[in-house]
Structures are given as C-alpha cells and as structure tokens.
C-alpha cells in the first residue's frame, strides 16, 4: 500500500548507517562495547542515579523484571487492559495472574490509582503501570499504594523515554523501568528494549539473566578477563547485538529532539481537531504534565462500527491509523478472565490512533484531519 500518510515514518540518517558500518568493521558483534556505551549513555540520559541493562525488547525486560522481583505462581499483579498485551503475556509467562485495572477517566487513559487500590487482595504482590502515549501516570498515588501494601512497582516507558513527573524522571519511581526500542517507537533500534533501576541486586541479575544465567559474557572471555563461567540459574537469551546498540546512541542523542517534534505536531492536532471536529475528543488534552507524545489517540462519537468504518474509509484514501488498544481482556487469549474495567470497556470501541511522526508535514495533518472528518 502507498500511504499518502503512513501511521508512523522511520527518521535514520547518515549517523545510524556509520555507527552500524563501524560495528561491522570492528569484527564484534554482540556483547561488546557498543552495549556497555548504550548502557552507560542511556543512564546518563535519564539523568538520575540509575544503572541500564540493555536487552531484546520491552518484553523481555517486563519479564526480567517480574522474575528478578521474584514474582511467580499464586502471585497477581495488577496491570491495565487498555495497553500492549506483552504487558499481560509477561505476567502469565512467570505463572502470575494478570488482574486488570481500569484507566482513570474517558480523558486520562492511565492506570486509575483508586481502581489499582480497589483490586489489592492478599495474592497482589505487584503494580505494573504504563505510561500511555507517553503521559505520566499518577506517580504520587501510585507510589503510595505500592508503598503501603509493600508491592513491588514495575513502570513500563515504552512510550515514555526521557519523559518526567514532577522533574523526575519516569522509569525511577518503581522498582525498575523498562523500555522499548521497537521500529515506530520515539528512539528505535528495531528491535531493542532497557530496564534501569536503582537496585544493584537487581542490575546484576538482569545481566546474568539475560544471557542464558551464564556468571560471564563471551566478550569479557575473548578480552581474556574471564576463563571460564558457570550457570547460575535458568536464564534466557534477551541480549541486543552490537549493531543495534550503535544506533541506539545515535537515535538518543536526537531523542529530545524528536520528542520535542511530536508534542509540536499533537498541539497542531489538537488545535485542527477543536477547530474542525468538535465532535472527536482528544484524551489527555489538558493533562497538566509533559508527555513525550508517542502517539495522538482520539475518541470518536458513536458506536465501534463509526470507528472500523473510518479506519477502512482512511485508509482507503491513503490515511493509516491504529488503534491503541483494544483492550486485552477482550482477546481469545485472555477469555475467561475477569475484567471489571467499565471505562475501558466504554471506550474500547472509539478509540482511533492518527498518524504521529517527527517528519509528519502540516499538509499531511491538514489532510487526516480533513479525511476523518469525511467519515463521520
Ligand atoms: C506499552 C508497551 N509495552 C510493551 C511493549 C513491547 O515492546 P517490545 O516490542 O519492545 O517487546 C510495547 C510495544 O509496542 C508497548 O507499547
């Protein structure tokens, strides 16, 4: 398909192909210094006293994280439905339930802290939250809840890199952040993820185990620091590879840079939508924080079928849009669990991504705007 307006543009320039090019003449290409730079880069980026550990994806550090916590089977964590599903799989891959918590608000699509309180039974041992579209959740509260029940907080900043709450940055309020690096995300790699956390213990077991519980990397023995190595635990492969880490620096290096540019384009959104399409409301459009604006989520008016029809009818004038998300409790996969979660379920079927990029031209938004209102 030709889109006139793709959901989402790839910005890699000239940087990103010398910093694979020099990974590739170096003759190393996995666990080397490239990794110990994104590591290193990544912490001071995120300017707060925490360490990095760089890993294959989001999910893998969502489930490190649940297993360093030590979460397992009879244990439930809370998490919301309205988010990626990798955030439920994780929970199940360690033999923990998933018990959904709502979003806050028609406007405010983050976890809702009095639902997160309400959900807390004796089998809760954690909280994962995810920082929709990029806008903190409620931090304040949710810190609280965790603290007074003694549960382990786990954010997911998929959307969120280099974002803030009240100055600090998202990723340390919990136990450990993590984040992904997935093609259309703000800084890519394309496939790629990071946990930070504050907790040394927890640092060293991510690192041995993402790499199958071995105690030393294959580089750390090539360097002749290391002869040998033992298996501690049951680990995984969740490394990233050298060529990956290279353009993760360059890609943060520019992060702010496009972060600045997306909250350019979601105020000329908001601005085009209030004008043109009284009747779509923008969630989080009065949030009274910064974002790090990873995506433009709107609600349409009437029921699922105004919302399929105008994805088909966008797209068939070149606009392509998303949804994000339908909510998980409503896969095959997770029927059968319970979910009261009556704000999702209310808006799960309005819900409509538009295009979001750095790249993306006046004239492009001029035209979703336009197209959408076409279908309603
Ligand atoms: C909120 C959220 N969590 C987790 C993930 C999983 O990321 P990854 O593809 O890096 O595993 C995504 C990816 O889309 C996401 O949006």
Same mark, same amino acid.
């Given at each position: 398909m030709n889109w006139k307006v793709p959901f989402f543009d790839l910005v890699l320039g000239d940087e990103e192909k010398q910093a694979v090019l020099s990974v590739m003449e170096s003759n190393w290409m996995t666990s080397g210094p490239m990794i110990a730079d994104f590591e290193s880069a990544f912490s001071t980026a995120t300017g707060a006293d925490v360490q990095s550990v760089a890993v294959s994806s989001a999910t893998a550090a969502l489930h490190l994280s649940l297993l360093a916590l030590g979460i397992g089977s009879d244990d439930e964590v809370i998490v919301p439905?309205?988010?990626?599903?990798a955030c439920a799989n994780v929970i199940r891959y360690v033999g923990a339930t998933p018990v959904f918590a709502d979003v806050t608000s028609e406007l405010d699509w983050n976890i809702s802290p009095t639902d997160v309180a309400a959900k807390i039974t004796s089998r809760t041992r954690a909280i994962m939250v995810v920082h929709y579209a990029g806008y903190p959740c409620n931090m304040d509260k949710l810190l609280t809840i965790s603290q007074k029940y003694g549960l382990a907080l786990i954010e997911d900043c998929s959307h969120a890199p280099l974002g803030t709450w009240k100055g600090q940055p998202l990723g340390?309020?919990?136990d450990t952040g993590c984040f992904s690096f997935f093609? %259309?995300? %703000?800084?890519?790699?394309?496939e790629g993820g990071m946990i930070i956390s504050r907790n040394q213990q927890l640092i060293e077991r991510f690192r041995i185990l993402r790499t199958h519980?071995?105690?030393?990397?294959t580089y750390q023995r090539f360097k002749g620091h290391a002869y040998g190595y033992d298996v501690a635990e049951l680990g995984y492969n969740y490394r990233l590879d050298e060529m990956r880490a290279a353009i993760g620096i360059v890609q943060l290096r520019k992060l702010l840079f496009f972060n600045a540019q997306r909250k350019e384009r979601v105020e000329r959104y908001r601005c085009l939508i209030a004008e043109r399409l009284p009747q779509v409301s923008v969630p989080?459009?009065? #949030? *009274?924080t910064d974002s790090s604006y990873h995506i433009f989520p709107v609600l349409l008016p009437g029921d699922q079928d105004v919302r399929d029809n105008a994805i088909r009818d966008m797209a068939d004038r070149g606009v392509q849009c998303s949804i *994000? #998300?339908?909510?998980? *409790?409503?896969f095959s996969a997770y029927q059968g669990v319970i979910a009261t979660v009556p704000v999702t379920d209310r808006i799960a079927g309005s819900i409509l991504t538009l295009p979001l990029f750095p790249s993306l031209t006046d004239a492009q938004m001029d035209m979703v705007v336009d197209v959408l209102g076409g279908c309603l």
């Open positions: 439905s309205l988010t990626f599903v340390t309020f919990g093609s %259309n995300k %703000n800084m890519t790699t394309g519980g071995i105690t030393t990397s989080f459009a009065k #949030y *009274h *994000h #998300y339908r909510p998980i *409790h409503m």
